[in-house]
Structures are given as structure tokens and as C-alpha cells.
């Protein structure tokens, strides 16, 4: 997925100007016990990276391996005009997953940092009866639309086949956006009795704050994993009028991370909002990880 090119210095800028108001976030710390558990979907996101015909055989290397057993049935796109996905069914916990691939962050930052994008309403196909205020970004509507029957398909498949009780949707960086919109998507469009679970790796903000109220009121098994100064995670800016919804864990440090309660609006030091002020305070590097060890991209598909 690929926008036009713009100084990414203009919409820093405005960021740094017109800054949304604030309020007090409350934080927790997390047990190393709970950070650890995140390790299973950080390896769900790893694999994203890696090429279908390695996906399809489950012998992607060390993302493969942290998880035997899982059973792929479905893999998708090319990594350019599409990005790469997969669908599958994960016996330990009786569930589905899909993870979506992200793209070069290099890329993605300046992608993000365009101004030629806009807000637009959900589709009323894909998100009935949701109305015209919840809005999202062009670009990941767009990108989302390319697979989302495809997928929804082999997830209802798989849960009359498996019996599953739960889809879990993972991403990383656009696939973290992607899997946002998913898992709205799936909690609108699957049985009421199938628990939707989302977690993603540095996502970018994907919509309005209405948008995030809906995630927030429909998925509210949600997780947003941000790492240290990763800058992808504060753009857009939300003076163009986007929002986090809830769920953000930011790793702080190796081994330190912190659960930062309520939307994207805070001001509390630890949480990835007041770390990251602008783009210059970030560092892209960060993006790729490590996340607690296992780092993500294409380059770590080993």
C-alpha cells in the first residue's frame, strides 16, 4: 500500500501547534507474567512478514516454531498491491486467527505524514448500520476492503468446521490498522457468541474518535502494543481530528511496560502520547521492536 509523498515536517508542525486538549490518564504497571503472554501474537505478527508459500507449510523459522500446532488455511496477498495475510486455526485456544502484514516503516512514516489523505464514513456493507459518524482513513478503508469478504469467509468456515469460540486478529504497523478495522468488522458480522479479540503492533491512528468509541464499546478485548519512541503510533495527528481507542500497553523499557487506561487523550508521561510528542522526539527504529525480544519486519522472517 503506497500514498504520495509530503515533507513530513508540515503536518509536525501543525502536531506540535495545534495539539488536542488532555487529561489525566491512569496507568498500571505490568507483572513480567502479563508481558510475557503478549509473546505468542507478537509471534502471529512476526509471521505476517514471511512469504505464503512459507506460511502455507508452517516453516516460517522462529515465528513458526514459537508456535507449534497452529494449523494455516488461508494466505493471501503479495506483499505490494495487496499485503500479505493469513487465516488460521490455533488449537491451544480454540480460535481463529488472522494476522495481517505491515509495511517498511521508512515508507509508512512518510505515508502517514501526507496530507493527501482524508476521513471517510465506514462501509455501510462491511459496518451496517453504523452511520456517518464514525469516520477512518482512506487509505486503510480502502486496503481493508481489498480482503475483508475473503477473509470473513474462511473464518466463518473455520469456526463450523473447528468449533472455535473466539477470533483473535493480530497485526503490525498497517497490519495493525488493518486489524483494527477486522476486528470491528468481525465483532459486527460474526455471532454474538464468538468472543473477538484484537491485538496490534505499533498501529497508527486509524480514525476519528468516534471510530475509537465504536472499538472501544464493541471490541473491548483490544490491545494496542506500542514500543518506547516508536513515532508511528501518534500519527496522524490528532488535530486532524483522529483517535486512539483504548487498549494501549507501552513498553517503557526492556522488561517495563505500562497499561494506559482510556482513549488516545492523555498526558501521563509513560504513555506513548506524552513520550512521543512529535516525530522528532521519536525514533523508527523502535517500531521494528524488540518487543520483549522478538522484533518484527521482513527482515526478521527467519
Not at 515533507?7 to 513480567?32: C, E, H, M, N, Q
Not at 493480530?170 to 460474526?190: K, P, R, T, V, W
Not at 464468538?194 to 468509541?213: D, E, L, M, Q
Amino acid at each position: 500500500m503506497r500514498f504520495t509523498f509530503a515533507p513530513i515536517y508540515v503536518l509536525s508542525a501543525a502536531t506540535a501547534a495545534l495539539a488536542a486538549p488532555t487529561s489525566k490518564r491512569s496507568v498500571s504497571a505490568l507483572s513480567s507474567d502479563q508481558l510475557a503472554s503478549f509473546a505468542p501474537f507478537t509471534q502471529f505478527a512476526r509471521a505476517a512478514y514471511c512469504p505464503s508459500d512459507k506460511i502455507a507449510n508452517w516453516q516460517c523459522g522462529q515465528a513458526c516454531d514459537a508456535l507449534p500446532g497452529f494449523q494455516p488455511t488461508l494466505t493471501g496477498g503479495d506483499g505490494d498491491a495487496v499485503q500479505r495475510f493469513f487465516v488460521g486455526y490455533w488449537p491451544d485456544q480454540n480460535s481463529v486467527v488472522v494476522s495481517h502484514e505491515g509495511t517498511d516503516p521508512i515508507q509508512f512514516k512518510s505515508d502517514l505524514t501526507d496530507i493527501n489523505f482524508f476521513l471517510q464514513d465506514l462501509d455501510s456493507q462491511l459496518f451496517p448500520g453504523q452511520g456517518s459518524d464514525p469516520q477512518v482513513h482512506n487509505g486503510f478503508a480502502e486496503e481493508h476492503n481489498k480482503t475483508a469478504s475473503t477473509i470473513l469467509d474462511e473464518v466463518n468456515k473455520l469456526i463450523s468446521d473447528k468449533g472455535a469460540n473466539q477470533v483473535m486478529v493480530i497485526g503490525h504497523s498497517l497490519g495493525g490498522a488493518l486489524a483494527e478495522l477486522d476486528s470491528l468488522f468481525f465483532s459486527l458480522q460474526l455471532p454474538s457468541t464468538v468472543h473477538v479479540k484484537g491485538v496490534t503492533y505499533g498501529t497508527p491512528r486509524v480514525g476519528n474518535k468516534a471510530f475509537a468509541s465504536l472499538i472501544d464499546d464493541k471490541v473491548p478485548d483490544f490491545v494496542r502494543i506500542n514500543n518506547e519512541k516508536d513515532l508511528i503510533p501518534i500519527v496522524p495527528g490528532r488535530f486532524l481530528g483522529f483517535e486512539h481507542p483504548h487498549g494501549e500497553i507501552h513498553i517503557t523499557a526492556p522488561g517495563s511496560a505500562v497499561s494506559c487506561a482510556g482513549d488516545d487523550d492523555g498526558d501521563d508521561k509513560t504513555c506513548s502520547d506524552k513520550t512521543v510528542s512529535n516525530i522528532f522526539f521519536g525514533n523508527i527504529l523502535n517500531h521494528l521492536g524488540p518487543y520483549e525480544g522478538i522484533s518484527i519486519g521482513t527482515i526478521f522472517c527467519t
